[in-house]
């Protein structure tokens, strides 16, 4: 039996530039899923369950095929995947039992399925001996959410997820995938990271998510570039007179300014000025508002109502359309801060948000006892 927990994560800054081979800075968080994988001689496959489903699934190994996975429960596809790509790739993968629990919120951007795949994916790994490297890894459990699953997200997630650390934030290229880790000293600094869980719907997120992707690709394609990571601060002006259609100059604005707010706060981080990123958080909020156009009224509401209770810098974090919203808060603040964020999510009738702090916390791990 091989037991490894994985983490979700929260952002810092840098939303939706890893799809455009840019910069992001997430760490990971203290919750996350567990995987245990055993073996089950006498199987002629593979069964996954959940601590959190009513239902295990069970599948013949010669009947996992593309095809198989669009019939099995969406939670399953994360864990059935990585199994399926394994075994597409040249490895005889054995009848196992894996067995996955989390205490990721689901739906809330935290990360649940990035936490769920690279659990899985280590487990598996430690368990069959395969010794696939830090580069295997990261490409792994990215194809299983793109190609197994389908979503066309960016790879940050799973990044962090494996290789984040405690009181650190992970700086990582999102063209090279090679990741430096910098200090978040939250305590030293007196500082929290106050997280409000809006519970907004995630409203037409998955259509949404894939539209930016693909407007972000279609303006690299009209600028002549390979992403819109080689667009740099200093040509934005140049770029943007050069794109007739008004959203594409917005997305190009929000990614390429985005860019250089992340490259800035690692500068800061660098130095011991944590209590100074406030405002390019801020900025990277207005950026999403305002250019990307990722956001709704509760996660607005959540972001004014921090930064006028004594957050330094508040801004969305994640994909968008709902979710979480970060502020960085001074600990004397965080009561009251959480407090007013209630307040006016209860004045303006939206749903009760939850409010937690966050702490930069290790990534993958296998668990003892296994
Ligand atoms: C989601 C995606 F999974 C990431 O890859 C990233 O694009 C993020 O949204 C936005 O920054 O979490």
């Known amino acids: 039996m091989t037991s490894w927990f994985a983490p979700g994560r929260i952002n810092l800054i840098g939303e939706h530039t890893d799809y455009n081979d840019g910069y992001v800075l997430p760490f990971a968080l203290e919750v996350g899923c567990t995987a245990t994988v055993s073996p089950a001689p006498g199987a002629d496959g593979w069964t996954v369950r959940s601590a959190q489903q009513p239902d295990p699934v069970d599948v013949r190994r010669s009947g996992l095929a593309d095809a198989d996975l669009a019939g099995v429960p969406d939670w399953s596809r994360y864990v059935l995947g990585a199994l399926w790509l394994l075994t597409d790739r040249g490895v005889d993968v054995p009848p196992l039992d894996v067995g996955v629990d989390s205490d990721v919120p689901s739906g809330a951007g935290l990360s649940s399925s990035a936490a769920l795949v690279c659990s899985v994916v280590r487990a598996v790994d430690d368990h069959l001996g395969l010794?696939?490297?830090?580069?295997?890894?990261?490409?792994?459990?990215?194809?299983?959410?793109?190609?197994?699953?389908?979503?066309?997200?960016?790879?940050?997630?799973?990044?962090?997820?494996?290789?984040?650390e405690a009181g650190r934030a992970l700086f990582c290229d999102m063209r090279s995938h090679e990741t430096r880790s910098v200090p978040l000293d939250l305590a030293g600094n007196g500082l929290a990271v106050l997280v409000?869980?809006?519970?907004?719907?995630?409203?037409?997120?998955?259509?949404?998510?894939?539209?930016?992707?693909?407007?972000?690709?279609?303006?690299?394609?009209?600028?002549?570039?390979?992403?819109?990571?080689?667009?740099?601060?200093?040509?934005?002006?140049?770029?943007?007179?050069?794109?007739?259609?008004?959203?594409?100059?917005?997305?190009?604005?929000?990614?390429?300014?985005?860019?250089?707010?992340?490259?800035?706060?690692?500068?800061?981080?660098?130095?011991?000025?944590?209590?100074d990123v406030g405002p390019l958080l801020t900025a990277?909020?207005?950026?999403?508002?305002?250019?990307?156009?990722?956001?709704?009224?509760?996660?607005?509401?959540?972001?004014?109502?921090?930064?006028?209770?004594?957050?330094?810098?508040?801004?969305?974090?994640?994909?968008?359309?709902?979710?979480?919203?970060?502020?960085?808060?001074?600990?004397?603040?965080v009561d009251a801060a959480g407090e007013a964020v209630r307040r006016a999510f209860a004045d303006a009738g939206f749903a009760e948000p939850d409010l937690f702090t966050a702490e930069p916390s290790p990534g993958a791990h296998p668990l003892a006892g296994r």
């Open 131 to 164: 010794g696939l490297d830090d580069a295997a890894l990261f490409a792994l459990t990215r194809d299983v959410e793109n190609d197994a699953v389908g979503a066309p997200t960016g790879g940050m997630d799973q990044l962090v997820s494996l290789r984040g």
């Open 196 to 275: 409000a869980d809006t519970r907004a719907p995630h409203r037409h997120s998955d259509g949404e998510y894939g539209a930016r992707r693909s407007g972000c690709e279609e303006a690299a394609r009209r600028l002549g570039v390979a992403a819109l990571r080689d667009v740099t601060a200093d040509d934005l002006d140049a770029a943007l007179g050069r794109l007739d259609d008004d959203e594409l100059r917005r997305y190009v604005r929000h990614v390429v300014t985005e860019d250089d707010r992340v490259l800035s706060v690692v500068e800061l981080l660098d130095a011991g000025r944590l209590a």
């Open 284 to 333: 990277s909020h207005r950026s999403m508002r305002d250019d990307f156009r990722i956001t709704v009224p509760e996660v607005d509401t959540a972001v004014d109502t921090l930064l006028g209770s004594g957050a330094l810098g508040a801004r969305m974090t994640g994909g968008g359309f709902g979710g979480c919203v970060i502020g960085l808060v001074p600990e004397a603040d």
